[in-house]
């Protein structure tokens, strides 16, 4: 996927020009290895290597002496690729090779019983599962941080008054802190699906070999075991051809993309001139080549964007696999590259995300005052005909409808009418009426269970830290 | 969506040209109006309008009287659809309104009374749940009916031998018990997958009203009990705005298509001339308008292709919620086609496959015959040299290859060498060798966990049934 | 995809019960059937039918009595569908099944002369490629009409100022013709690529028969003719296996779908209280069930979600085509509810995008207050510098960033800093800066070819109207 | 999005902890750095600043002095990356100011002219039209290759009888030369849509500006025509808000992609043991880790899954546009990685197809001998009864089916049952219907315009090569 830069643009002819005229061998290699990505699982190659060498020297199929020095000998490899000094070399097609390629370079024969009973088509389903794992349980301690700073600014704007809308038009009054409870919810969801995730994925195909299992007496618990799975995967023909858990994970992952981009809608929005409920610090702002004045949320746009990445991702491997006969198929190959990616950025935008809140400021006042805008409280004025005058509720509606039309023509509030003006559509209006109609006292009445009054925000921040942040993530 | 057939071809300029000229309101009550769809709500929707009215009436919000006019009267509009006696009307938009209209003009003024502390928001998203929560079950029932269908078939062809394919070369012998008990597995995680979200979405939001909560002294948690949810959802902006359960039960959904479009795929094949595996049932078989002779496999490749369907729908979903500010906007209305094509889509390739299955017939004979050819037991070859001449794998790999070149040239199998054409490759081997040649000798001796013995099959065919069949469905 | 209103909640057991229950036949026939679809394609399939028949007499295949006696029956057939006289089967599978089951109940015998030399694979391909040419025609139609409106707007609105946003930040200024003109060229480019479409897909598949095909003398050229195609198509194997038309198709649709998403997503933000450029009249605006002031866009929030709509059957049919042997499959059949279900919505979102702009209001004294916010015309200050100072660019760009970060201390605009405040920062500023840093000024000297100046937005809204409106769209 | 090698398994907790860890400015300039992906557009963007320079000085906006300190300086620049000199820094975000600040290093004060009347907004939408179509312009030449080698095989291969298959069953003999005109068909049009693509995306941004155009007296015809436009854009918001041309590129891209896909999924077929009807040559094909036996057919898989990685691409950047208000937003940064994965994964899948079909050997025979299978000349024995005997077709297919059944329940061909055995069914029935039976005289007779009989396919392919190998690419 990384190419060199192009030649001249004039000269476009010979961009790819050459891998056209390449070699048929050229190409065959180029589509052919995956090293550049798969290089990414040499931990999780090794970690597998080592169980199954362990486990064979332990059931007598390989022996003690052969068993030290493979186990040896992959150290020395994983040692030479964490220092930089391991070549990757794309004729060796993918790291299984370039690993036991160079393992047979550092202890000769010995390297070569490593493959015994086993396949590259188990083993790259055992790395790959390993990997994500390391990937679900990062993302899940990404999502339970970005919980804490929800909730910490929920208990902080408890009682910060802002308009809430539906349809981007005000509706009713809400407070802040439940806005950010809103989303502590929908990442505590991601958090559940992401672990029911890692749940099914966390069982081993190593063993499964080529596709059908093998006859030698290998132990697959002891091999399950050592790698932290729950249990050896149960049919050799599906552990070799199921990509399930990249398709969960990639599935899930979209979803907390879906959450991301509507967080990330919203601080945009609200940082333009017209709302101005927000401001982004100067580190996460950019400036214009052109526009001297411009304070740009780009990170806010790219997280939004990179939903888009990650919905691709989840399509390709949907469309790679559809259709598949069993048992392995080198279409599955293109499994990783969307795993990879569509990982690594859930992982730079949750990061992201979390830096952009801890430092954002909000304009309280700003707020408050639009949301005394546009007749926040007409739904408390209904409710208050239903309470008190017991008119049923779809004549309340028509009746302060009405009132708002008087409002709208008078160019003023419902809080602004008289008593005598609202009498004029309602006879029964009394005074009292007015002590609905204010923004505090509306977001105070939303008291039923899952509301947005301030005292309900106060206990479900703190039902919240109780319930996600003690949660396990894996 | 439906669409009265068009006038004749050659005046296409009046197909929608009606559609551009109609009045402004027109093409607003088109595109505005989801009656036409979400009818599919009613009884969902008149169970979830009984429960809130019994609750207000518990609550000392409406009067015992109200609610038993409403009660009777939901009672008498449930019938009227039921029975087909109801008009539908798209000026009244959706279910919400048909229903409540139709109890106004039954009961009068207390049908009035029932919306109150409740608004569609809240209702749609109950009433989709409840929905969803059905099909999930449905779905669940299905899958588990497919997966008893697959374990009959295991224990039936525990033995039976059939290729075992890579890249759909001839990889190594299995059996066919085998084979279907990977699906056993995939449909195991399906469901699975499908009972985590069910626990998801069985969170009641209704009471969350317009998006803030209400002031009325409602109890949610009486609500959502009498609808069957486990608890009322926790924040009130989340619970009108949120569609994760749609999302994720389409991403579920998606994966099973995967499933059934990988089995269709080799149902396909085997029902070919050339593979000749299968025979599907007449009743699963179409003919053809112009090939008198033709037996197509229609009802398989129409559930490969509705696979296409469901990542579509999949699609729409994210789609639609990439970057939408809370609370409730008026897109999410575009989430209810999709959840309900795919549900029916879903409900039926199952039923589909299902039916298929138990009708087809498999040819053990040519599977047989097929399994022997193309070198299969070359892998047990290998192994035999390692476990019997302690050969490293990688040594034996090589030999082996000798060998296979070897028999290529000479026409014949492996097993159709002399122990002196072996020996031209390697001394060592002896006569013992062609035990491992033979297809049932290679089948047998994969018995590692999970592998495809008959053995091995007929112990997980037994294990399967006791874990899948006896697994309650939600 | 049309389902009966399901019964009880409680007993979801029963909603899709039966379906599983079902005779086989039942799910094979529910499956299988795709006339509750296809029957729109009434009037394509006998056009197609009756130009086959006057060839096959033309050609001496039948006589002429029979050509008579079926063209005459294909007319009473086509009346009684408009009539709606005509009773759709499913048993009958498709639309060509049930037409002419029903001639021959019309005309007898020679019913049977009429399939002579063709098939339904051939068939079908032809109808829809009727049926999605007159949509695109229809299509065309309507974007023309679009771009009219935006021409009118943009004539009106040259001068109107607005801020212009990039990262939704204030800009520059621009006007609002400007902007208007901006949808013009997409929509510009949306005709071009649905004229492109329209030109490939008007080759006729009929006379391919089932695959290879016929050794009846047939005509092809001329039932092309007939049917308005440019050309028979070339080869019978991809006549009756290419779906690419449609692909085409609903790609170009994806895109006419993100430019009314965008469009719609700024009327969103407009028709907001904090923004508040925009109002939409009252036809196009809907209210809330609970809130009685609110005034929502629900039109636009519906065509911004049908995007998603629009990709997700794209996805559906790139998927259903993927991988799929020559030639003919049943999986094809997936075809026809994308593109039915896409060209709708697509014609419906135009015409809906049309009547929300015709009835639209904009408030220019609201932007023109909102364009001088925000620094908008520090880049003419930078302008001024590189002109004037001949200062480098770059240079400008820093100095401008000084002279913003003063305004900004004191809470202030540009123009209301003091020439010797200006000169603390770049000593050499003259007091005729202050020329461009006005609004209006700022719009003018954007004159530059593709500019925003208001002569230049005249200018191109002639010139669009010119290329644009005569433009022939099919 | 390259990532180094993890650290070890047991401690995926470090994995990406220091990224969440990391100062927010490290997240931030991860996230935001465009330049490990965009320096593939150094050619496009150094010819877009000379272009713009040279004019620029030719428009007396900046001194010839300065114009020639530029343009020598952007060559030594270009040579410097040219040579694997240059480094690339992330701190300098982009390639854009990569190029700017290394500029200013090289040539001091008079770089900082350079970017006098343009934006990084209209700058990038350049580089990546230029990129574009030197993408697709090498995709026209590798498509136009591989029809080359496509009609070669067609006249190679017109007489070469295989079994025609729909719904992969055995439907009527064709030629192999007319399956492979099928796909020139296809890649003729996907030339075509790639051609309309080129053609719209061909017109020039720059002088856009950061959105509103410049007062600077530029002249955008001049740096257009430079550039090898047809013209620049007409109106500047849409000049950078426009990603139509990567969209339009992504659609026609995928469906070349099916096209392929659907290529390698018959050439799987046709290579498996059960087919047979075509060999991979050695270098497209790979061996096993395991199996010493086999030859999968690796790169047609790979070519097969690719499109999934197309289809991918193009869903990621429709959703990342979906709903963006103009002009210019970050968003639109996630454009790049889509088209360059999309556009080189294209070209390698083709020059794998190219090079896979040239060293590919079809098995005539054998697909001759199953061309002769299942009935395949069962039309032909149906027309000869409508043409002959004067049956209606509808007749001849039910005595047709007879027949069939009787040579089904006799075990034999039709043109083993004697004519006394046809009587049976049909009593007009004579000995020259025998001459229909044969496959060679069936295709022999299917030569209707683009039918698959020889002469015709021999015809076809001549007027394919006039056709299409002498369309100019662009």
Redesign the interface.
């Given at each position: 996927?990384?190419?060199e830069?192009?030649?001249?643009?004039?000269k476009?002819?010979t961009?790819?020009?050459g891998?056209?005229g390449?070699g048929?061998?050229g190409?065959?290699e180029?589509?052919?290895a995956s090293i550049d990505f798969d290089?990414?699982l040499?931990?999780?190659d090794i970690?597998g290597s080592k169980a199954h060498c362990t486990m064979l020297a332990h059931q007598g199929i390989i022996s003690p002496e052969d068993r030290d020095a493979i186990l040896a000998g992959l150290d020395r490899v994983?040692g030479e690729?964490?220092e930089g000094r391991f070549t990757f070399d794309a004729g060796l097609e993918d790291i299984?090779?370039n690993i036991e390629h160079r393992l047979?370079e550092l202890i000769g024969?010995?390297?070569?019983?490593?493959?015994?009973?086993?396949?590259?088509?188990d083993q790259v389903a055992t790395d790959l599962r390993?990997?994500l794992?390391?990937?679900v349980?990062?993302i899940d301690?990404?999502l339970r941080?970005l919980q804490e700073v929800f909730i910490d600014l929920a208990e902080e704007h408890a009682a910060t008054v802002m308009?809430?809308?539906?349809?981007?038009?005000?509706?009713?009054?809400?407070t802040l802190g439940?806005?950010f409870?809103?989303?502590?919810?929908?990442l505590g969801?991601d958090r559940?699906?992401m672990g029911?995730c890692r749940k099914?994925l966390n069982e081993c195909p190593l063993?499964?070999?080529?596709?059908?299992?093998?006859?030698?007496?290998?132990d697959?618990?002891m091999t399950a075991e050592a790698?932290?799975f729950d249990t050896?995967?149960?049919?050799?023909?599906?552990?070799?051809?199921?990509r399930?858990f990249a398709?969960?994970f990639l599935?899930?992952g979209?979803?907390v993309?879906?959450h991301l981009?509507?967080l990330?809608?919203?601080l945009?929005?609200w940082?333009?001139?017209?709302?101005a409920f927000a401001r982004l610090?100067d580190?996460?702002s950019?400036?214009?080549?052109?526009?001297?004045?411009?304070?740009?949320?780009?990170?806010a746009?790219?997280?939004?964007?990179?939903?888009?990445?990650m919905?691709?991702?989840?399509?390709?491997?949907?469309?790679?696999?559809?259709?598949?006969?069993?048992?392995?198929?080198?279409?599955?190959?293109?499994d990783k590259?969307?795993v990879?990616?569509a990982a690594?950025t859930l992982?730079?935008?949750?990061?992201?995300t979390?830096?952009m809140l801890?430092?954002a400021t909000f304009d309280a006042q700003r707020m408050r005052a639009?949301a005394g805008?546009?007749?926040?409280t007409?739904?408390?004025?209904?409710?208050w005909l239903?309470?008190v005058l017991k008119v049923?509720?779809?004549?309340a509606?028509?009746i302060?409808?009405n009132l708002?039309k008087l409002a709208e023509d008078r160019g003023c509030g419902l809080e602004d009418l008289s008593v005598e003006e609202m009498k004029s559509v309602e006879s029964r209006i009394r005074e009292d009426i007015f002590q609905?109609l204010s923004v505090e006292n509306s977001?105070k009445?939303?008291?039923?269970?899952?509301?947005?009054?301030p005292r309900?925000v106060s206990e479900?921040a703190a039902?919240a830290r109780r319930r996600y942040l003690a949660m396990d993530g894996g």
């Amino acid at each position: 996927m990384t190419t060199e830069p192009t030649k001249k643009t004039r000269k476009t002819s010979t961009i790819w020009g050459g891998r056209f005229g390449a070699g048929v061998s050229g190409v065959m290699e180029k589509i052919n290895a995956s090293i550049d990505f798969d290089k990414r699982l040499y931990a999780e190659d090794i970690a597998g290597s080592k169980a199954h060498c362990t486990m064979l020297a332990h059931q007598g199929i390989i022996s003690p002496e052969d068993r030290d020095a493979i186990l040896a000998g992959l150290d020395r490899v994983s040692g030479e690729i964490e220092e930089g000094r391991f070549t990757f070399d794309a004729g060796l097609e993918d790291i299984h090779m370039n690993i036991e390629h160079r393992l047979s370079e550092l202890i000769g024969d010995a390297a070569g019983r490593l493959h015994t009973a086993r396949s590259r088509n188990d083993q790259v389903a055992t790395d790959l599962r390993l990997w994500l794992r390391g990937a679900v349980d990062e993302i899940d301690r990404g999502l339970r941080g970005l919980q804490e700073v929800f909730i910490d600014l929920a208990e902080e704007h408890a009682a910060t008054v802002m308009p809430g809308f539906t349809h981007l038009q005000t509706a009713q009054p809400v407070t802040l802190g439940h806005h950010f409870l809103a989303y502590v919810e929908m990442l505590g969801r991601d958090r559940g699906r992401m672990g029911d995730c890692r749940k099914r994925l966390n069982e081993c195909p190593l063993g499964a070999a080529a596709l059908a299992g093998t006859s030698f007496p290998i132990d697959r618990h002891m091999t399950a075991e050592a790698l932290g799975f729950d249990t050896p995967s149960r049919n050799s023909l599906d552990a070799v051809s199921d990509r399930d858990f990249a398709l969960e994970f990639l599935g899930s992952g979209a979803i907390v993309g879906i959450h991301l981009s509507r967080l990330m809608e919203e601080l945009i929005l609200w940082c333009s001139a017209q709302f101005a409920f927000a401001r982004l610090s100067d580190s996460y702002s950019t400036g214009s080549s052109i526009m001297p004045q411009k304070r740009n949320p780009d990170a806010a746009e790219l997280v939004r964007a990179k939903t888009g990445r990650m919905i691709g991702a989840l399509n390709s491997l949907l469309t790679v696999m559809k259709g598949l006969p069993l048992a392995y198929g080198k279409d599955m190959q293109e499994d990783k590259e969307p795993v990879f990616d569509a990982a690594e950025t859930l992982i730079i935008c949750i990061a992201a995300t979390t830096g952009m809140l801890k430092g954002a400021t909000f304009d309280a006042q700003r707020m408050r005052a639009d949301a005394g805008q546009g007749f926040a409280t007409a739904t408390d004025l209904a409710d208050w005909l239903v309470r008190v005058l017991k008119v049923p509720f779809r004549k309340a509606h028509q009746i302060t409808g009405n009132l708002v039309k008087l409002a709208e023509d008078r160019g003023c509030g419902l809080e602004d009418l008289s008593v005598e003006e609202m009498k004029s559509v309602e006879s029964r209006i009394r005074e009292d009426i007015f002590q609905v109609l204010s923004v505090e006292n509306s977001v105070k009445s939303r008291n039923s269970y899952g509301g947005t009054s301030p005292r309900n925000v106060s206990e479900a921040a703190a039902e919240a830290r109780r319930r996600y942040l003690a949660m396990d993530g894996g």
